[in-house]
């Protein structure tokens, strides 16, 4: 039977422990998009309380972009703030469930059973991508976009300082929300990462990449940080994800 390369909706259940003490099991959601011409799953997760396809469905063009381009294969996840449990081990152990999942199940996505694994994240997205990045073998990029300390401090350098993977840091220079020093200091954490560890500040861009120019730079940061596109940041022939 021929393979779907239409993406799918589905949940995926780990065991959580919720502050009460409890073991319970949560599900996490999340958009697949397979693509079987290529050796690489982009996982993306998005900012606090996002939505999985992000605002004016960001996320979901962007996935079928990637596809599209023949990038890799992609799975949008969620970002559940789930009352009753700590933010700051719920956010990576939901990117630790979903990993283990597209690994395991890489052959239903993509043309191999051993994928090479993109990540990108969002603010808290990417703490959580900041985190468990060097916990994989698989992970050799990262793509952190206006990323936060969500995750805990303690934690992302951890997690951050081990990879030795190519790390690229995109925000805007007017961020208000997380500041523009956090990105340099994940720049700076990130101490072990290959030659390519890089930072883009763009101009006249806030927490969101609000506005028609910085959505199409936002659209343009996985082909900067994926392919190497050297036309990033212009956002010259970007998408237009929203006006």
């Not at 028609?212 to 036309?231: C, H, M, V, Y």
Request: aromatic share 10%; glycine share 10%.
């Amino acid at each position: 039977m021929a393979k779907s390369l239409e993406p799918y909706s589905t949940d995926i259940t780990r065991l959580g422990v919720a502050d009460s003490g409890e073991e319970v099991a949560v599900s996490i959601s999340i958009i697949a998009h397979p693509n079987f011409q290529s050796n690489t799953i982009i996982i993306n997760y998005p900012g606090r309380g996002g939505e999985i396809n992000g605002y004016n469905n960001k996320y979901f063009k962007i996935a079928k972009m990637l596809v599209r381009r023949n990038i890799g294969a992609v799975i949008q996840m969620s970002n559940a703030d789930r009352f009753g449990f700590g933010y700051e081990q719920n956010i990576v152990d939901d990117l630790r469930a979903v990993l283990d999942n597209a690994i395991c199940n890489s052959p239903k996505l993509c043309k191999s059973a051993t994928p090479n694994i993109y990540l990108m994240g969002f603010s808290a997205g990417g703490s959580a991508v900041a985190t468990v990045c060097s916990e994989y073998t698989a992970v050799k990029k990262i793509l952190l976009i206006a990323p936060s300390w969500n995750a805990g401090e303690a934690a992302v350098k951890e997690g951050l300082g081990k990879f030795e993977g190519e790390v690229y840091i995109v925000i805007g220079q007017d961020d208000e929300v997380v500041g523009l020093e956090a990105a340099y200091d994940f720049q700076t954490i990130a101490k072990n990462a290959s030659n390519f560890r890089k930072l883009m500040i763009i101009a006249q861009c806030g927490h969101q990449f609000n506005g028609r120019e910085n959505g199409q730079i936002l659209g343009k940061a996985p082909l900067w940080a994926f392919t190497g596109d050297p036309s990033f940041p212009n956002p010259k022939g970007g998408m237009v994800l929203y006006d």
